[in-house]
């Protein structure tokens, strides 16, 4: 069976409160002070689930980077579903639907900190380009505080066509670009939604952004030039969050 390692405190609490039954191991640091542990060891009695008291150097071992805070999670290594092969689970979308499209997102960080916001802010599910793209991976687990654990995530061959097969359910589309002449905070999502974020750097690719419904912006300071995908993501989610009344 392919693992999956899981580290840090909010993104392990993550899984154990909302995806338990994919827990293949857990362990804590043996020298970790109880109290700041407290909250996910009584959640873990409270499933039955056994957890180890190991070595620093056993969880710096198990995680990518050291930054672990005493705990670790091997956990069933999660599949990225593949598009076409559910499409059908995307007729009919209710008013609220809303995907995030992330088209080419290379950075692990930023990948994990916009799946972050996609939990926060109401996603129903995300998709995420098959090439150029950073892959779910311990890192992402770690910035997206185990966001990916628990969102449904979409993987496709052919963005523009998929685009395309969504589009013929009744789901809009709209590109976030800064070069847009219209803005986010002028639409009114009241109808089933998909956005659209760009990789860093270049954007949306020309492909994808031809089928898109609409291109918008952010209005921002002629301070700065642009912002981050991941801190652009939130922004538009939290708008269409909160005009939604949710």
Known sequence: MKKNIIFGLHSCLSVVENRPEDIINIYLGNYVEKDKIKKITKELTLLGINYKEVSKKMLDDLSSDGNHQGIVIEN?????????????????????????????????????????????????CVLITQNK??????????????????????????????????????????????????????????????????SEGKGIRRLTRDKMDFMVKIPISKKIESLNVSVAS????????????Q
């Not at 997102?105 to 916001?117: F, K, T, V, Y």
């Not at 939290?238 to 939604?244: G, Q, T």
Request: charged share 20%.
């Open 76 to 124: 069933k290594s999660k599949k990225l579903k593949l598009l076409e092969d559910y499409y059908s689970n995307f007729k009919s979308p209710k008013q609220s639907f809303l995907m995030l499209i992330l088209d080419q997102i290379s950075d692990p960080h930023n990948l994990g900190a916009c799946l972050r916001s996609a939990l926060a802010f109401g996603v129903d």
């Open 133 to 198: 793209s950073a892959g779910i991976s311990d890192t992402v687990s770690k910035v997206s505080c185990g966001a990916d654990q628990i969102l449904d995530i979409y993987t496709c061959v052919n963005l523009a066509n998929a685009i395309e097969k969504l589009k013929s359910y009744g789901i809009w589309f709209y590109g976030a670009d800064q070069e847009a002449g219209d803005s986010i905070f002028e639409i009114k999502p009241d109808h089933p939604m998909a956005v659209v974020m760009g």
């Open 234 to 245: 939130g922004v538009v989610l939290s708008h269409i969050m909160a005009n939604r009344g």
